[in-house]
């Protein structure tokens, strides 16, 4: 993550053209050929701040109160990680502004950003699952390793839909000049998302 952290701020402070992937080891204090050894280029040097961010929105859908339906599990995640002072500072979402905006200005970091959110639907779909098998009474899997049945269309078609609602409102927030706190702020814009498609037939995609 330290690399990732210097490869971000960077990109922030200098650019993305203008730094080098050996400016990003040098920071990260690091030699070149051990960037090189984690990363093919230096735009999937943040790919794991991406990452970061994703999994604490699924993580948080996870930890929601097993008695919330998955509409309102959904916003308990929205509120417990795309507010600021909660999950992220306020200074920190406006390097994640910038992070986001830099991917719809470069094919390269575009790709990583897609990726990213590719992933984080598919643990988000497994995280749908787990609600529905608990709310269903079955129990709660071990640590055991054991094969599963991949996710149905519908549960599949579900996670993308929640993941849409939150990327929709970060991209939609980094494109402007609102502050993250407040009504254009990325958990407010995510909350209207989800409110605007209240008719979806959750429970029965989830369950």
Not at 18 to 25: K, S, V, W
Not at 132 to 150: C, H, I, M, Q
Not at 175 to 199: F, I, K, M, V
Request: charged share 20%; with cysteine; aromatic share 8%.
């Amino acid at each position: 993550m330290e690399i990732a952290r210097a490869a971000a701020g960077l990109f922030v402070k200098q650019g993305l053209r203008a730094t080098r992937a050996e400016d990003i080891a040098q920071a990260a204090g690091i030699a070149p050929r051990t960037f090189y050894r984690y990363f093919a280029t230096k735009e999937e040097a943040v790919a794991p701040l991406y990452a970061a961010g994703a999994d604490r929105w699924y993580e948080a859908v996870r930890g929601a109160p097993p008695e919330l339906p998955v509409p309102e599990a959904l916003e308990h995640a929205v509120r417990h990680t795309l507010a600021p002072g909660t999950a992220v500072s306020a200074a920190s979402w406006e390097w994640v502004r910038t992070l986001v905006n830099l991917a719809t200005s470069s094919p390269a970091l575009r790709k990583v950003w897609a990726e990213v959110c590719r992933e984080a639907e598919t643990s988000l779909a497994a995280v749908l699952a787990e609600r529905g098998a608990r709310s269903a009474g079955a129990e709660p899997a071990d640590n055991v390793a054991e094969p599963s049945r991949p996710p149905s269309p519908q549960l599949r078609f579900a996670a993308a839909v929640a993941a849409a609602a939150v990327r929709v409102a970060v991209e939609t927030w980094a494109a402007g000049s609102a502050p993250a706190q407040g009504p254009h702020g990325p958990a407010a814009l995510a909350l209207r998302n989800l409110e605007a498609l209240r008719d979806f037939p959750w429970e029965n995609s989830a369950g």
